[in-house]
């Protein structure tokens, strides 16, 4: 009778002891909540771009004929810079970027006006500052752009035949702007973006030397960029 008293006594004190002993072990860590990415910060970086240009040649002496010179469309490929800084706001990305870009794109047509003459434009170096506009969904943004462009370019009319230059100019030619692009963050720092951008440069009467031609270019400029960026965000 004593034995078994005294072993009930022992169970009902062990189970009140449990909660206690329980409370004293070390709790297992819950999983840590992944992190939002933060595009907030400035960043650097390079990229490659292609830039498909269309340039409309029109004539207005001082020789006769005058009018519709032809016309030519061209590609080439760039490589350059870019600096720019965000700010975030919940999901929506507040940004604005400067970009700089040298290569070559050459296009040349064959006059419609006069025998024997090429037409032929050559585009160097652009630049492009935006604005931009975006949608975060985690490390993935989507954005529209605009702003203005700027394209440095050199034309210059010669004999098909000889190869000999006429006459000559160059300009330094400002649009606006407009774009889209997806960019997607990697890892804390490193970001890759693709994107577009067409720019309207409009038309401008050329004065060509030293013959004082003058000519009206029309154009327009797209370009298609592929951007490695380095985020200084600390995220």
Same mark, same amino acid.
Do not use: C
């Given at each position: 009778?004593?034995?078994?008293l005294?072993?009930?006594?022992?169970?009902? #004190?062990? #189970?009140?002891?449990?909660?206690?002993?329980?409370? $004293?072990?070390?709790?297992?860590?819950?999983?840590?909540?992944?992190?939002?990415?933060?595009?907030?910060?400035? %960043?650097?970086?390079?990229?490659?771009?292609?830039?498909?240009?269309?340039?409309?040649?029109?004539?207005?002496?001082?020789?006769?004929?005058?009018?519709?010179?032809g016309?030519?469309?061209?590609t080439?490929?760039? /490589?350059?810079?870019?600096?720019?800084?965000? %700010?975030?706001?919940?999901?929506?990305?507040?940004?604005?970027?400067?970009?700089?870009?040298? /290569?070559?794109?050459?296009?040349?047509? $064959?006059?419609?006006?006069?025998?024997?003459?090429? &037409?032929?434009?050559?585009? $160097? #170096?652009?630049?492009l500052?935006?604005?931009?506009?975006?949608?975060?969904?985690?490390?993935?943004?989507? %954005?529209?752009?605009?702003?203005? /462009?700027?394209?440095?370019?050199?034309?210059?009319?010669?004999a098909?035949?000889?190869?000999? @230059?006429? @006459? &000559?100019?160059?300009?330094?030619?400002w /649009?606006?702007?407009?774009?889209?692009?997806?960019?997607?963050?990697?890892?804390?720092?490193?970001?890759?973006?693709?994107e577009? &951008?067409?720019?309207?440069?409009?038309?401008?009467?050329?004065?060509?030397?030293?013959?004082? $031609?003058?000519?009206?270019?029309?154009?327009?400029?797209?370009?298609?960029?592929?951007?490695? &960026?380095?985020?200084?965000?600390?995220?």
């Amino acid at each position: 009778m004593k034995s078994w008293l005294f072993g009930s006594v022992g169970l009902l #004190a062990l #189970a009140a002891a449990s909660p206690a002993f329980a409370a $004293d072990l070390p709790l297992k860590a819950a999983p840590p909540v992944p992190a939002l990415y933060n595009w907030t910060g400035v %960043y650097i970086g390079i990229n490659g771009s292609a830039v498909l240009s269309d340039k409309r040649w029109d004539y207005f002496g001082p020789l006769l004929p005058t009018g519709d010179d032809g016309a030519h469309n061209f590609t080439g490929l760039f /490589g350059g810079v870019q600096v720019g800084f965000d %700010y975030q706001v919940g999901s929506w990305v507040f940004g604005v970027e400067a970009q700089g870009d040298w /290569g070559r794109a050459r296009g040349t047509s $064959d006059s419609l006006l006069f025998a024997n003459q090429t &037409n032929r434009t050559l585009i $160097d #170096a652009f630049g492009l500052i935006n604005g931009r506009f975006g949608y975060a969904l985690n490390n993935a943004l989507l %954005y529209v752009k605009g702003g203005a /462009g700027v394209v440095q370019e050199k034309y210059d009319v010669f004999a098909t035949d000889t190869g000999i @230059t006429f @006459t &000559n100019a160059s300009e330094t030619r400002w /649009g606006s702007t407009v774009g889209a692009g997806l960019e997607l963050a990697f890892s804390e720092h490193i970001s890759v973006a693709a994107e577009y &951008n067409h720019v309207f440069l409009g038309s401008r009467d050329v004065a060509f030397a030293p013959t004082g $031609d003058i000519y009206r270019i029309r154009q327009d400029l797209d370009v298609l960029a592929l951007k490695l &960026n380095y985020r200084f965000n600390g995220r």
